[in-house]
């Protein structure tokens, strides 16, 4: 029996797109000096239409579509960053969305205070990162920089701090966005076989990716979205082939 | 119901919170010499002047009027701080697209962080009334609570004015001018007693003007203040609680979710 971590029922997302809003008063004014009192277009993005999904526990899915399909949408509902126009999303245990490395991070505190504030972001708590520091500051391999201030680091080095982070606090779900793209070879290999690791001792991943090897070798599950749905959800072989017939 | 008002005070979020509010003293205190001592040097070098135009060009007749202007100015600093950080959900907005960090979460760090400042420059308060030989008396209790309704007031003022900032960049201009008159509007420099008595009542309608009129009630005549303040001043606090939280309610997404 397997239990659900991820749960969309009927799930539709819209953005607002506003043409030709009046953002000033100067700009109001002017309008209703022309006796026009209708301010600006509304016009409804639909990215996202009904989506009937459920990712389980032990899962290690591998998201892939074009740009611009939502794939993304997809993962800031799930992190409650946004919210579903209609329908909803549950998920079940802790989760840590890692949608962009180094978001959130203080560009004035040392990567080491930097380790705490993402920690509490992330909804963790002063215990359980005092407990963790030492290990991200070994795996992520920055050695003495972990004490100067993050905007010193280059963006590889933000990469490092940040999956490290994420990869070791101790949650139930995962989320990925093509954050592995940046960072050096030897480091993305590690940060994969550390998700690997992770998705072996019992954890839920969603990998955002356009990498068909990445999804080949990790995933035992692939989908596809495209035309605001999921038009594949299957074996990664089948899901990879799906993908590529779309270009 | 409480789940809202929890996640409205990031009650859920305390170490987020303690962690936002660090970062802001930090980023704000690091490489400065003086460091969190500016905010004991402001309030008293702006008194000082206030002190010398009022005092000794304009013949101000107020009894202890150096204690009676910082009395009014330090929690007002505290006030037009708070509002002068109005872009902060703004400014953010690309980060909270990407981390799981709410908007009224960076709202109250920031609000905490002008709190804890107006808390600190409490110490030359103490000193002004031991200067003007006046004692310590028990009115003084009041002060507390005065304070913690001001930073309701000011906190449901800053979040209202900073999520409407989102959708009306005028404010950016707007909250200073309407400070300056604020500035003059409320008993702060003058004695609400100096007000002519038919102009009195309006005062009321200053969301401010009970409230510093009571902190020199307290601090400088310290005599209790009358219920009927008490009433207007909570009554105030109230309704901008409530105009704030609903405000919250209606804009917490959307605010993250703009295009």
Known sequence: MKTAAIEFHHLTKEFELWHDRPYSIKSIVAQLSTFNFKFGRREKLRILENIDLTVYKGDFVGIMGRNGVGKSTLLRLISNIYRPTSGSVVTHGRLIPLLELGAGFAAELTGYENIFLNASILGFSKKEAELKAQAIVDFSELKEKINQPVRAYSSGMLVRLGFSIAAHFNADLLLFDEILAVGDVGFQEKCLQKIHELHASGKTIVLVTHDPQQVAKYCNRCIVIEKQGVVFDGAPSEGIGVYSRMF | ?259
């Not at chain 2, 409205?8 to 010499?33: A, T």
């Not at chain 2, 409490?122 to 209790?141: C, E, F, N, R, V």
Request: aromatic letters at 14%.
């Open chain 2, 1 to 259: 119901m409480l789940g809202p008002i929890i996640e409205y005070f990031c009650l859920n979020r305390k170490f987020l919170i303690y962690n936002l509010v660090l970062r802001n003293l930090k980023v704000r205190y690091r490489k400065s010499f003086f460091g969190l001592f500016w905010t004991l040097l402001i309030p008293a070098c702006s008194a000082g002047i206030y002190f010398l135009v009022f005092n000794y060009i304009l013949k101000v007749q107020v009894p202890n009027y150096l204690l009676h202007i910082l009395s009014g100015l330090i929690p007002w600093a505290y006030f037009t701080s708070s509002l002068a950080s109005l872009e902060v959900v703004a400014a953010n907005h690309e980060l909270l697209g990407k981390i799981p960090l709410p908007p009224q979460a960076l709202v109250l760090a920031e609000s905490l962080t002008h709190f804890l400042n107006l808390v600190l420059s409490l110490p030359i308060l103490i000193i002004a009334i031991l200067l003007h030989d006046l004692p310590l008396s028990l009115t003084l209790l009041q002060y507390p609570l005065l304070a913690l309704i001001l930073g309701f007031t000011v906190h449901s003022t800053f979040l209202i004015l900073s999520l409407g900032y989102v959708y009306f960049r005028d404010l950016k201009y707007l909250v200073p001018l309407v400070l300056q008159f604020g500035f003059y509007l409320t008993p702060i420099m003058y004695d609400i007693k100096m007000i002519p008595e038919q102009y009195r009542g309006l005062l009321g309608l200053n969301p401010m003007g009970h409230l510093f009129s009571a902190f020199h009630k307290i601090v400088v005549a310290q005599e209790w203040v009358p219920l009927t303040d008490w009433g207007i001043i909570l009554g105030w606090s109230a309704v901008l609680s409530l105009l704030a939280f609903a405000l919250y309610k209606k804009v917490r997404y959307s605010v993250v979710e703009l295009l």
